[in-house]
């Protein structure tokens, strides 16, 4: 098995999106339109971007970031929005290759900072995320404005 990783491109939409839903146990038939759209967006990576890990044409799993701006940054800055692996590839280093290869992407790209949100369902990952540098900064606050 040789996994790489490369940025998603149109056809990836639908392993994409099943592999989004998945933890989720959403019915396969659950309509996935906003998904669909936001996918779409991602691929002119203006805003963010989107990668997947694969073998051979086998999509194994797939990482999604986005590029916000600030002052304090004097530019962009790059967040890790989603990392998903499917299970059956668990434990052959996509989700390592992912991150490493957003990072990378990030530091290319001119960002001054890259990070994530670990919440109480994911903080259990932390460990995985050090290895790559990751510190723990500060709480985060949020609203829902849906």
Do not use: W
């Not at 659950?30 to 963010?48: I, Q």
């Amino acid at each position: 098995m040789t996994i790489s990783v490369r940025a998603a491109e149109a056809p990836d939409v639908d392993r994409r999106i099943e592999l989004l839903l998945a933890p989720r146990k959403a019915p396969k038939d659950t309509p996935a339109d906003g998904e669909r759209a936001v996918f779409e967006r991602l691929l002119n990576h203006e805003r963010g971007e989107v990668f997947v890990a694969v073998d051979g044409d086998t999509v194994l799993g797939m990482a999604t970031v986005s590029y916000n701006l600030a002052m304090r940054y004097k530019g962009e800055y790059c967040q890790l929005e989603e990392l998903i692996v499917d299970p059956a590839a668990r434990g052959q280093n996509a989700g390592g290759l992912l991150v490493q290869h957003t990072i990378d992407n990030a530091r290319q790209r001119g960002c001054a900072e890259y990070g994530l949100y670990l919440v109480e369902r994911t903080e259990h990952n932390r460990p995985f995320y050090e290895r790559y540098g990751m510190e723990v900064v500060g709480t985060e606050m949020r609203q829902s404005l849906l």
